[in-house]
C-alpha cells in the first residue's frame, strides 16, 4: 500500500531538519541546493502528493551524496 500524504509529509520534515541541522560545509552547500529546487517544485506541482514526493526523492539524493561522502551507501 503506498504511504499517505501525512506519512510522507512527516518523513520530509524529519529528513530536512536533520540534514538541516549538519554543519559540515559540503552538506550545507548540498542542502542549500535542495532548498532552491523546492522553489521549483512549488511553482510547476500542483498536487500536494506529487510536491511531497518529489521533495523525499531529492532528499534521498541529498542523503546518498552525503553518505558516499563518508564512503557509505544507504541504498546497499
Not at 532552491?36 to 510536491?51: H, K, N, Q, W, Y
Request: net charge negative; charged share 30%; with cysteine.
Amino acid at each position: 500500500m503506498p504511504p499517505r500524504l501525512s506519512e510522507i509529509e512527516d518523513w520530509v520534515l524529519k529528513t530536512e531538519a536533520r540534514l538541516g541541522a549538519t554543519v559540515e560545509p559540503d552538506a550545507q552547500r548540498i542542502f542549500a541546493a535542495y532548498h532552491r529546487v523546492l522553489r521549483c517544485f512549488a511553482r510547476d506541482l500542483d498536487d500536494p502528493r506529487d510536491a511531497a514526493l518529489s521533495r523525499a526523492a531529492a532528499l534521498m539524493l541529498v542523503q546518498e551524496l552525503l553518505l558516499q561522502k563518508e564512503g557509505r551507501s544507504g541504498c546497499e
